[in-house]
């Protein structure tokens, strides 16, 4: 099977398994990371099977989104070795997808991505900030019944998977200080921290902006 036809199958098993989702994480985030990959592919020269397939995959069988996502895992290894990607290839893909996600970072010793890897994190943090970064961070903590900001409740910090993951600790407006700020610092690829570092400044704007309304300065 040629590469085109296989992308195109990667994009269709994508599509029936994110197409529902409510958290920020659907198709169109989807699209956005391949797309997002496609670009920064024009300057880093790696297997661009791997990588948009990856891309494709990134959040089918993310722990925080599925119930198991160890049987997912299991699914996309029998859908890929039915479109002819290898044994080595299936593992790389889902090397990748398993390992590239932020509270992976919080661990001692936090997984090496490949090449191809570190393109796909990349992509997938990069929709995690700017403008399209702040409107998931509302749109997911709404989702999940947060609290838009709580003065009292201060920014976590040297948290554990554990403790990042508990969401009873976690106001909207401390995500920002406890995961999004930190990502354009965590960028792999020189033309992601380019367009991170606009991104950035748009987050900490809005910040600045959320304080001076919030305490009636404006």
Known sequence: MEQTEQLQKVRQ???QKMSRDETGHNFDHIERVVKMAKRILKE???????????????????DKLVDDPKALE???RKFLGGIDFTND??????????????????SKN?????LAGQVVQDSDRLDAIGAIGITRAIY????????????????????????YRNLDNETIINHFHEKLLKLTAMMNTKTAKKIADGRQ???RDFLQQFSDEWNCRQ
């Open 13 to 15: 098993f994508s599509y």
């Open 44 to 62: 880093e020269q790696t297997d661009q099977l791997i990588t948009l397939s990856a891309a494709y995959l990134h959040d089918v069988a993310d």
């Open 74 to 76: 299991q699914e996309i």
């Open 89 to 106: 290839q299936i593992d790389e893909v889902l090397y990748i997808t398993h390992n590239l996600g932020f509270s992976k970072s919080l």
């Open 110 to 114: 936090p997984p090496k991505l490949s």
């Open 140 to 163: 997911y903590g709404g989702v999940n019944h947060e609290t838009i900001y709580d003065p009292n409740i201060k920014p976590r910090q040297n948290m554990t998977k554990q403790e």
């Open 201 to 203: 400044q748009y987050m």
